[in-house]
């Protein structure tokens, strides 16, 4: 083989290597046991990207929303269905608006998905790559009572998350309608765009 050839074929090892580790790292942190894009249904798809179509192909013309990803797991989308506007201000103090590109109107924003059973993963150690933060939610009670609910949610760089129930105000308050976890619970996995990417989503307004 000749140094010409031997470069070019040294130069095709390289770009195929790098578009196997590019589909293989979509999300390369994601634990043993939760890896619905890594090795499951999601693999096909693509945040930003893919649309209600491409969910229906893999999950049937009445997933849209929310379905079942199989027994054990239920899967919700959400999707950028209007024009988003953001603002901010330049060196000068002039005010800029920036517009969702049309697009991605349509594409999927954000995938989660919900256990059906408890999965318990208070004592689960999460990589130093994953940052810690607590979240806060409230929702009103049929006793007309709001509750606060406390969890624990680890991010990644690349947009994957895992909730982990932490507490609440009103333990006490049972109801056969809602889900209760107990504290350590894995709430749901969750995919969405990055900050860095959604900044090179938007169009500025001239």
């Known amino acids: 083989m000749s140094i010409a050839n031997f470069i070019i074929f040294l130069a095709f ?23 619905f894009f890594g090795e499951g249904k999601l693999s096909g798809l693509e945040l930003g990207t ?11 013309q009445t997933c849209e929303t929310k379905c079942d990803y199989d027994k054990e797991w239920t ?9 988003w506007i953001k603002e901010s201000r330049d060196e000068k103090g002039e005010k800029l608006t920036y517009l969702l590109d049309s697009k991605y109107l349509g594409s999927v924003r954000t995938i989660r998905i919900y256990p059906k059973n408890r999965i318990p993963l208070g004592d689960a150690s999460f990589p130093t790559l994953f940052r810690r933060l607590i979240t806060t939610s409230t929702t009103d009670t049929r006793s007309g009572k709001s509750r ?18 932490s507490r609440t105000n ?34 500025l307004q001239k």
């Open 75 to 83: 899967i919700s989308f959400e999707y950028f269905n209007d024009i």
């Open 13 to 35: 090892l390289s770009i195929f290597a790098f578009g196997v580790n590019a589909q293989q790292s979509k999300y390369p942190s994601e634990m043993d046991g939760f890896k």
């Open 148 to 165: 606060m609910t406390v969890n624990d949610a680890f991010q990644d760089s690349d947009g994957l998350s895992y909730k982990i129930y």
């Open 50 to 60: 893919s649309s209600r179509e491409d969910v229906q192909k893999i999950f049937g």
């Open 170 to 203: 009103y333990d006490d308050i049972k109801s056969r309608n809602e889900t209760i976890y107990q504290k350590g619970d894995l709430v749901f996995v969750g995919y969405e765009i990055t900050k860095e990417n959604q900044r090179n989503m938007f169009v």
